[in-house]
């Protein structure tokens, strides 16, 4: 971590059950993101209440400093197969806010490469965050088992850049030269035919989207179901080699799960793809489960 | 890991799932001899398959000489060299398949294709070597030890495909009625897995849709009866869209059976990575044999033998010339009375090719070049 800004403060630790063990060098260190707390490594994140509007997709706003900042510790994905065979990363930093209609969410790590288009044997940046479904529950940490399933909020670099347009192979190959291609002399719905993921509404496909973050639910690796509602919001930014992101979901999700109510504690874990390491799928940094607490709003 | 049988290997082997065999298993067979390369194979599948945007690098089947040439570039001799050299003791391998061999953490032994691997479809194309020896038909000449030959290449639709033990997400499967093996385009989320599993380098990434393709046997061709765009296509007639059994239960009466498990005349691609390919292939006849085997395993010499003698086999020259000769999937064959027939699976007759075609000789009164006047007309040596 040499970005600007952030310096490393003296050992602390918090509440150090449930972290990761073989996390790499991160183990009771403070850094300081900007004006406000220092960041702890830490199992437990707390949802501080904030009767306002939720910067959920807004990394940059000043209200992220009512949060308090945690380190979260990754570490290689080698429990299901593909392995992440090495760890690029070694923390991620967490902050949550929550003002009784939402829950946001803004994740920092250091990624001096921007991947955010797609390609042959190229990989975008990503992170998730995972949640039980049902309350009372810690299901396997493995995106949930068989009958325990997980509520997870992905973003990914690619579907920001899609928001914007700008995705595709005109944006790979700056300079392609079509010749004719079905969609120039096709109406749009015998067009789509020619792009068959996208004509049979594979979420990963489409690029008109209204969202960066993806909601899925799963009961174990490799059972990834996108969400029929999505109801999730998102932005970053990519600055001096780090991703800021910005997630938020409404407390109430029907379609996920039990809702996340004030004055509770849930499991919560993380994950960071990073894209110039060919991460992708089960090739992830990983964090255990943490504790995230909601501040009552009395 | 589960114990499957792979007959290419005379073995049980290791797979990652027990993969029940398909009711019917979608194969090919390929003449190498009689390919010239014209690529009109790669324009039909391209044409009718693969001319969206975002598939454009894709070639679901390409046609390559070997042995410069590779799409992607290095595909096979990548795999070799991951692999290791490796043994057969007759026809039974005794070294280690991509499952096997496949490193902690992973489900195979794979490389990962760079972009750059796909810019060259062309590659090597039509590069000799000079290692041929005596195999070359043409001795006595400045060239006489250059060979290279064309590789025809779709998916393998594998009986143990990579591509299926690679996906995280069960996204790949076989299709139980034809064995075809598909990329369900609602599941897969665009991992790539199954590019750098696939030692065949079959599956394709699109650029636009963000998830994996792959050639699809022409399936709904196939469940019209029909064979498909590139066999179809084929002006060298070379190539044949049928089904295989297993060598337990083959049929004589049925094509492929016949060439692969009756005569053993078309091979497997590369067998000993243990996918148990079912795109089969008769060896060209002037290669090197310790390349051939390489690249088709033992049965190499044996089948060059038979090749060499199909003019003494009128079952194996009529079933040859039933390659091309109907748009129809040939259910079973057979040759008598110098004509080779095909029938369909109810047992209908649906082409019939006679061995020698029968020849006119025009008589020399009609020669009007040798009366001086204009050529009307000429006899096409068809």
Redesign the interface.
């Known amino acids: 971590m040499s970005e600007g800004g952030i310096t490393r403060k003296q050992a602390v630790i918090v509440g150090g059950a449930g972290l990761v063990a073989g996390s790499a060098a991160v183990a009771g260190v403070a850094i300081r993101l900007r004006p406000g707390k220092p960041a702890l490594v830490s199992s437990e994140l707390t949802a501080r209440f904030r009767d306002a509007e939720l910067p959920g997709d807004d990394p940059g706003s000043n209200d992220w400093r009512h949060a308090d900042p945690i380190i979260v510790p990754l570490q290689p994905q080698q429990v299901a197969q593909p392995f992440l065979q090495e760890a690029t990363i070694h923390e991620l930093v967490a902050r949550a806010l929550h003002n009784g209609k939402e829950l946001g969410l803004l994740l920092e790590w250091g990624d001096a490469d921007k991947d955010d288009l797609d390609g042959i044997g190229v990989f975008h940046d990503a992170v998730a965050v995972q949640l039980p479904a049902r309350a009372g529950t810690t299901p396997p940490i493995t995106m949930g088992g068989p009958g325990a399933p997980v509520h997870v909020l992905q973003w990914r670099a690619t579907w920001q850049r899609d928001l914007a347009g700008k995705t595709g192979v005109d944006q790979i190959y700056p300079r392609v030269v079509h010749d004719v291609m079905p969609d120039d002399i096709l109406s749009a719905a015998d067009a789509l035919a020619y792009w068959p993921a996208r004509a049979v509404g594979n979420p990963v496909s489409i690029t008109a989207r209204t969202t960066a973050v993806e909601e899925i639910v799963a009961e174990g690796f490799g059972t990834v179901t996108h969400l029929a509602k999505q109801r999730a919001r998102g932005g970053a930014t990519h600055d001096g080699g780090r991703w800021k992101v910005a997630i938020a979901v409404p407390l109430q999700r029907p379609e996920a799960g039990d809702p996340l109510l004030p004055d509770t504690q849930w499991p919560i874990a993380f994950a960071v793809w990073q894209g110039a390491d060919d991460n992708r799928g089960a090739r992830k940094h990983i964090a255990g489960w943490l504790t995230l607490g909601l501040e009552g709003t009395a | 890991m589960a114990k499957v049988r792979n007959w290419q290997l005379g073995r049980a082997m290791d797979y990652p799932y027990d993969a029940p065999r398909p009711k019917k298993q979608f194969c090919m067979v390929m003449d190498t001899n009689k390919c010239i390369a014209c690529q009109s194979c790669t324009i039909a599948c391209k044409s009718t398959w693969t001319?969206?945007?975002?598939?454009?690098?894709m070639l679901w089947n390409n046609i390559e000489t070997k042995p410069f040439g590779f799409y992607p570039t290095g595909w096979d001799v990548n795999v070799l060299d991951l692999l290791g050299q490796q043994g057969w003791d007759g026809d039974t391998y005794t070294g280690t398949t991509v499952f096997e061999a496949a490193p902690?953490?992973?489900?195979v032994l794979g490389w990962?294709?760079?972009?750059a691997d796909?810019n060259h479809p062309n590659l090597g194309e039509d590069e000799p070597t000079g290692t041929a020896g005596e195999t070359t038909y043409i001795p006595d000449t400045p060239h006489a030890n250059m060979w290279m030959y064309y590789l025809q290449r779709i998916c393998n639709h594998c009986t143990y495909p990579a591509c299926v033990a690679?996906c995280?997400?069960?996204a790949i499967y076989k299709r139980p009625e034809d064995g075809i093996v598909l990329v369900d385009?609602?599941?897969?989320?665009?991992?790539?897995?199954c590019?750098t599993a696939c030692p065949y380098k079959k599956t394709?990434?699109?650029?636009?849709?963000?998830?994996s393709?792959k050639c699809i046997g022409c399936y709904p061709k196939l469940e019209q009866g029909l064979q498909t765009q590139c066999t179809t296509s084929c002006i060298g007639k070379l190539r044949l869209t049928n089904y295989v059994s297993t060598p337990e239960n083959a049929d004589p009466r049925k094509p492929a059976d016949f060439l692969i498990h009756i005569r053993k005349l078309a091979l497997p691609l590369y067998p000993q990575l243990g996918l148990e390919p079912n795109v089969y292939y008769i060896p060209p006849v002037h290669v090197p044999p310790e390349y051939l085997e390489q690249m088709f395993g033992p049965g190499v010499p044996g089948a060059i033998e038979t090749y060499q003698n199909a003019k003494d086999d009128p079952e194996l020259l009529g079933l040859l010339m039933l390659f091309g000769a109907t748009e129809r999937v040939i259910s079973t064959f057979d040759v008598a009375d110098g004509v080779a027939r095909g029938y369909d699976d109810a047992g209908q007759e649906i082409v019939a090719v006679p061995l020698k075609e029968p020849t006119f000789v025009r008589p020399l009164e009609f020669a009007t070049e040798l009366k001086g006047e204009p050529v009307t007309g000429f006899r096409h040596n068809t």
């Open positions: 001319w969206g945007k975002g598939q454009e690098y902690v953490g992973e489900k990962k294709p760079d972009e796909w690679a995280p997400r069960q385009q609602t599941r897969c989320r665009g991992y790539q897995e590019l394709m990434f699109n650029l636009e849709t963000r998830v393709e």
